[in-house]
């Protein structure tokens, strides 16, 4: 959870909906926890290309000054058609669809400290198919508080309403999506010592679920799925340049669960530590990426089981070609199961994102990703094998900017999902939707 909260990019709007950045979303549909967005026109040195795609604005084109602060608001509208809304084999059901998503940041411009609030939301609309829709949103208060040079604290909170899409990991069991409300904090401290350097962090994130369907054999209801998650890591680090950071950082955290004993009659409270080791690099103002490899152990506490996994990510920016911008995301976590037959399952995401400038105002967008979700049996449950979901998405667009605040364009993207044990009831499916999409921002 820990490594990408402040930093990954994505949109509140779910993973039924058509997106130009299908890698970004592809890692928040396994760790909710995770969409925490950058805004349009945000100069905050985190912040990536948002979903709106196309060239970003140069300084002073996009933003409302309020005194010390700078509000960005910004309206994204899809209107278009998906040919399986179901996320199921043959047959399938299409349905029009229309998908609305504001978005406001208020961002401070002190000389010192920081304080940034945003507002998200994500409205989705199916005429034929009612029980698809959603209304998803993010009230997010971050900022940073300077103590000395090279010495301050962060921190953040949250409340965000999600959905977990059909066609996603965890959502076999379910004919409508499930709710999932979570309100996520972390507090850091940032320390530099000449070339060395240090991040302390403690975060957690709490998780409600609402099932909008009776939940199938093989799922856990809502309330066994209510937890709190915990973290806390420390980084140690060393600056190679001003460009180039190699670090250490380890990890604890503690999964407790609102039910000890569960539905199925399991107790899924969990312990875990990891360390990874990691390189932060800058090329220029445009181009940051930030790499680890690391391992991590889940255990049990009632039943002493464990779950180990080499973990890694990679996420930033590249833009070294001016025209072209590329956004990896990539990453491999352990995530909970909302199986009763299956304990967890190890998380895996590869994934690039782009926005190219083909001329003047006209920009290409889109990308790919694969995810896959490698599920472990639950203790105790018999007849039941280890399993692979795989879920494979890409989309391509363009954009016409009538003005570097309003674009338009068609949006096209595929999803495929399979499994190895299609007996189990693991994603058996393909869809197809295409879209005219209106980007606004002032």
Not at 312 to 329: D, Q
Not at 400 to 416: D, K, M, V
Request: proline residues 5%; glycine residues 10%; contains cysteine.
């Amino acid at each position: 959870m820990g490594w990408i909260l402040l930093s990954c990019v994505a949109a509140v709007a779910q993973a039924q909906d058509p997106t130009a950045s299908p890698a970004a979303q592809t890692l928040q549909e396994q760790t909710p926890q995770v969409d925490i967005p950058a805004i349009p026109g945000s100069s905050s040195p985190d912040a990536g290309t948002t979903a709106g795609g196309g060239g970003g604005s140069t300084s002073g084109e996009v933003g409302i000054s309020l005194g010390a602060f700078t509000l960005y608001p910004a309206l994204e509208i899809l209107a278009g058609y998906d040919t399986n809304v179901y996320a199921t084999p043959a047959p399938t059901v299409g349905s029009m669809y229309t998908l609305i998503k504001p978005a406001l940041e208020l961002k401070s411009e002190w000389l010192r400290h920081e304080l940034r609030v945003i507002a998200n939301g994500g409205f989705g609309f199916y005429p034929t198919a009612a029980s698809q829709n959603y209304q998803n949103y993010l009230v997010q208060v971050d900022g940073r508080l300077d103590i000395r040079e090279d010495f301050y604290a962060t921190g953040l909170v949250a409340v965000r309403r999600a959905t977990e899409a059909l066609g996603t990991p965890n959502t076999e069991f379910a004919t409508a999506p499930t709710v999932v409300d979570t309100i996520p904090v972390e507090f850091s401290l940032y320390q530099r010592f000449n070339r060395f350097f240090y991040r302390a962090t403690v975060a957690g994130t709490r998780y409600w679920y609402y099932d909008n369907s009776i939940i199938a054999v093989g799922g856990l209801p809502a309330a066994s799925r209510d937890r709190i998650e915990y973290e806390e890591r420390v980084r140690l680090g060393y600056e190679l340049s001003e460009d180039v950071s190699l670090w250490v950082q380890p990890s604890l955290q503690q999964r407790v669960y609102d039910i000890f004993i569960n539905a199925a009659g399991q107790a899924r409270d969990s312990t875990g530590w990891g360390v990874n080791l990691g390189a932060t690099v800058s090329v220029g103002k445009k181009s940051k990426l930030e790499g680890f490899i690391g391992y991590q152990t889940l255990s049990y506490i009632a039943d002493g089981s464990s779950t180990p996994a080499t973990v890694f990510g990679l996420s930033g920016s590249w833009n070294g070609y001016e025209p072209l911008t590329i956004r990896p995301s990539i990453s491999r976590t352990i995530n909970e199961s909302a199986y009763s037959s299956y304990q967890n399952y190890v998380s895996t995401t590869v994934g690039v994102d782009f926005s190219y400038i083909i001329h003047d105002a006209w920009t290409a967008v889109g990308g790919t990703s694969i995810n896959a979700a490698d599920y472990n049996p639950a203790a105790g449950v018999a007849n039941v094998s280890a399993r692979t979901d795989y879920f494979w998405k890409a989309s391509v667009g363009l954009l016409y900017s009538f003005r570097p605040q309003l674009s338009i364009g068609p949006l096209y993207e595929h999803t495929t999902g399979w499994t190895t044990d299609p007996n189990s009831g693991g994603p058996q499916y393909s869809r197809d939707q295409i879209s005219i999409r209106l980007v606004a921002r002032r």
